[in-house]
Structure formats: structure tokens, C-alpha cells
């Protein structure tokens, strides 16, 4: 069995009613509180927190004890994920699976890919032979 990893701790906080500069204090633990405020009573207050689980009330202050998460609380998935197709080299067939590709494609996407293949072909100061090219229109 593996250890449990322990990704939060809990921690007091202490939020003063009557106050003007720091309202709010957050103490790692209730003993550290306790010895900073030593007016108020650990024992009470570590009874009224940890078996009631509520915030401790009264007209000076609100305590309370909150999980602050130490490690991120999900693993985060690798959203991207490594494309791999393998064939085998003897009895694959690439001009079948290029046929099936561009039959399946746009027939503006394969237009264009055949005009910049062309152009990428053809030097920009060749002439093109016109007798031997054949203007045909597309249906639409």
C-alpha cells in the first residue's frame, strides 16, 4: 500500500471585530495563537473547535480553523497525447491510403493543394506550353 501524501494542512484563523489594522490573523496552529493571545483559554478553545467543528464566537473575535492545500489538488493530465501510426512496410500501400485521403478531402482543399504544388514546381519566369493544359469547370 502506498503512503498517503498529505497535500493540505489546516490552519487558524482569527478574524477581530473591532479592530482597524490587521483584521484578519492566520496562525499555523492554535497553540501558536494561544501563546500570542494568552487571555484566551487553548483548552476551550481546542474543545469548542475540535469537537464542534464551528467557529468559535464571541464580541471580540471569530476563529476558525481552514485547509490551506500545500500541492495541487488534481494531477493534471497531459492533454496532449503522441500520434503514432505504424504500418508494416511490406504490406502497407500508400498510394491506396493517399487516394483515400484526398477522395475524403474538399474539393477546394485539393484545388489548392494541386495549384501550389504547380506553382512550387515551375520556375516564376517560365512560360506555361498552353496547348497542353485542359481548362475544366467544376460542378457546383
Not at 483584521?23 to 473547535?49: Q, W
Not at 485521403?101 to 506555361?128: N, Q
Request: with cysteine; aromatic share 10%.
Amino acid at each position: 500500500m502506498e503512503p498517503k501524501i498529505k497535500t493540505s494542512r489546516r490552519v487558524v484563523v482569527a478574524i477581530w471585530k473591532n479592530r482597524g489594522e490587521r483584521e484578519m490573523e492566520i496562525f499555523s496552529n492554535l497553540k501558536v495563537f494561544c501563546e500570542s493571545y494568552p487571555s484566551l483559554s487553548y483548552s476551550t478553545l481546542n474543545n469548542y473547535l475540535g469537537k464542534a467543528k464551528t467557529a468559535f464566537e464571541n464580541d471580540q473575535l471569530v476563529l476558525f480553523r481552514k485547509e490551506v492545500y500545500t500541492k495541487p489538488i488534481a494531477r493534471k493530465v497531459r492533454s496532449i497525447q503522441a500520434v503514432v501510426n505504424r504500418y508494416n512496410q511490406a504490406t502497407h500501400e500508400e498510394a491506396e491510403q493517399n487516394l483515400d485521403f484526398w477522395l475524403a478531402a474538399e474539393p477546394e482543399s485539393r484545388l489548392y493543394a494541386v495549384t501550389k504544388l504547380t506553382s512550387e514546381g515551375i520556375p516564376k519566369d517560365t512560360k506555361i506550353d498552353k496547348q497542353k493544359i485542359q481548362k475544366l469547370k467544376m460542378k457546383e
